[in-house]
C-alpha cells in the first residue's frame, strides 16, 4: 500500500473505530478500576512506531531509558517493515513486531500478531510513539494493557479514553524533548543523547566487500550523498540537479569517494541524479540498493560526512557521530536539535514552511519552493569546509539562510492543485 491509501484506511476506517473504543474503554475504566500508579512494575513494554526512521532514532534514548527503569521487563517493538532493520540493531529491543503493511489482508494479520504478541507476554504497558495515528491508538487498546501512554494534541482527541498516560504534543518543540516527556510521565529519567545503532560484523563485512567491488581501498575518504526522502513527504527532496551540481564542483581530492546512496526502491531515481553528475573532479559511485538495511548503517559509520536532506539517514547518521549537512524546507532544523561545529544545516524559510508537522497534505502540492530555494553554491562551501578541502568560489557558509526580503517573494501557502506533485515523480530538476 502507498501512503495515500494508509492515511485513507486510517481516516475512514481507523477513525470510527477509534471512536467506538474510545467509548468502550471509559465504560470499561469505570467498572474496572485499575491502578495506574506505575508502582507495579510490568511484565512486558510494547513500543509502537510504524513509520519515519528519523523519529525511531531519535527515540533509542526511550529504549534505553525503559531498559533502565523497567531492567526484568521484555521490550518489544512494533513497526512496519521499512523501519524493522533499524529497530533490530538496537539491543535494548528483545522483540521486532513486524506488521506488513502491503495490503489489508496483511495489515489485519499483522495486527493480530501484535496483539497477541502483547497478550502472551502479558505487556502492562505500551508506549505509543505516534501522534496522529488511529491505527496505533487502536492496537494500543487491543492489547488491554493496564498502562498505554502517547501524546495527544488538537487532531487526536479521540485518544483521551483510550489511553492512561496521555503528554499534550507540542509541534513547536524539539521531537526528542517531546519523547523526553512522555519518558518522564512513566518514571523514567531519559537523557537527551543519541544512541547508536550497532553496527554490526556482518554489516562491516557487507561493506568492505562493497567498496573492493568498486575499486575503493580501505583507507579512502568517503562522502555520502542522499538525495532521496521517504513518502512521508517527498516534497523534502532537494532537486537533484543540485546535488550534481555541488558534487561536480569539489575540488580533486587525493583518495575522494562520492557514494550516492538509497534503498532498492530509489535506486532509479539516484541512478537519474548521478547522470547529472559531469566534468567531476573525483569518483562517483551509486550505491543505492546494494547493500541489506545492516550494511547500509555500517556504511554511514564508515563514513567522512553526510550530505543529505531531512530523511532517516540524517538521523541515524548523526546518531553515529558522523558529520553532516542537511537541507531542510518542509521540516525545521531547530525540531531535531543537530548542534555542534560538524552539524550545518540549511533552510530558507518561507510563509509555508515547515509544514509537514501540521498536515498530512503539503500546501505546495508538490512545488516545494522552499527546498528549490535554497542555493547551491553555500552548500558546496560547507562539503568542501568539513572535509578540509579548498574553498570553491562563492557565497560563503550559511547554517540558517535568512528569509529573503518580503518584496521578492510571491504569496506562499496556497493549497495547489495535486498535478503540481508530479513534478517529484520525473526527473531530478
Request: include cysteine.
Amino acid at each position: 500500500m502507498n501512503l495515500r491509501a494508509k492515511l485513507s484506511i486510517d481516516h475512514y476506517i481507523g477513525a470510527p473505530l477509534a471512536w467506538l473504543l474510545n467509548g468502550v474503554a471509559r465504560v470499561i475504566a469505570r467498572v474496572w478500576r485499575r491502578d495506574h500508579s506505575l508502582r507495579t512494575p510490568p511484565r512486558a513494554v510494547l513500543f509502537m512506531k510504524f513509520m519515519g526512521l528519523g523519529s525511531i532514532a531519535r527515540a533509542a534514548f526511550l529504549l534505553e531509558a525503559a531498559r533502565q527503569r523497567f531492567p526484568q521487563a521484555r521490550i518489544g517493538f512494533a513497526c512496519f517493515p521499512g523501519c524493522a532493520g533499524l529497530v533490530r540493531l538496537y539491543p535494548q529491543v528483545d522483540d521486532v513486531i513486524v506488521v506488513r503493511d502491503n495490503g489489508l489482508f496483511a495489515l489485519a494479520r499483522g495486527t493480530v500478531r501484535l496483539v497477541l504478541w502483547a497478550w502472551r507476554n502479558r505487556a502492562d504497558l505500551v508506549i505509543d510513539l505516534e501522534v496522529h495515528s488511529k491505527y496505533s491508538s487502536i492496537c494500543s487498546a487491543l492489547t488491554l494493557a493496564r498502562d498505554r501512554a502517547g501524546f495527544a494534541g488538537l487532531t487526536s482527541r479521540f485518544r483521551r479514553g483510550l489511553y492512561t498516560h496521555l503528554i499534550f504534543w507540542n509541534p513547536i518543540r524539539p521531537v526528542d524533548v517531546a519523547y523526553r516527556q512522555l519518558g518522564r510521565a512513566l518514571g523514567m529519567r531519559p537523557r537527551l543523547r543519541r544512541v547508536k545503532p550497532s553496527v554490526t560484523a556482518a554489516g562491516k563485512n557487507e561493506v568492505r566487500g562493497l567498496l573492493a567491488t568498486l575499486g575503493i581501498p580501505e583507507g579512502a575518504r568517503l562522502l555520502g550523498v542522499n538525495p532521496n526522502a521517504s513518502e512521508l513527504r517527498l516534497e523534502r527532496r532537494w532537486p537533484g540537479a543540485n546535488f550534481a551540481r555541488v558534487i561536480t564542483a569539489l575540488p580533486p581530492a587525493d583518495g575522494l569517494h562520492v557514494l550516492l546512496l538509497g534503498s532498492r526502491a530509489e535506486r532509479d531515481y539516484v541512478a537519474q541524479v548521478c547522470a547529472l553528475v559531469t566534468g567531476n573532479a573525483n569518483p562517483v559511485h551509486n550505491v543505492a540498493g546494494r547493500l541489506p538495511f545492516e550494511g547500509y548503517v555500517a556504511l554511514l559509520a564508515r563514513l567522512d560526512l553526510l550530505l543529505t536532506n531531512d530523511s532517516g539517514p540524517l538521523h541515524i547518521a548523526a546518531a553515529l557521530r558522523v558529520p553532516t549537512v542537511s537541507l531542510w524546507g518542509p521540516g525545521h532544523p531547530r525540531h531535531y536539535i543537530l548542534r555542534g561545529a560538524q552539524h550545518v544545516h540549511f533552510y530558507r524559510p518561507i510563509y509555508c514552511s515547515p509544514c509537514i508537522y501540521t498536515t498530512d497534505v503539503p500546501p505546495c502540492g508538490g512545488d516545494n519552493q522552499c527546498m528549490q530555494r535554497l542555493d547551491w553554491r553555500p552548500v558546496a562551501r560547507a562539503v568542501c569546509s568539513l572535509l578540509g578541502l579548498p574553498m570553491p568560489p562563492g557565497p560563503g557558509v550559511e547554517r540558517v539562510a535568512a528569509s529573503e526580503p518580503a518584496k521578492h517573494l510571491p504569496v506562499f501557502g496556497y493549497w495547489q492543485r495535486e498535478s503540481a506533485a508530479s513534478a517529484l515523480r520525473g526527473v531530478p530538476r
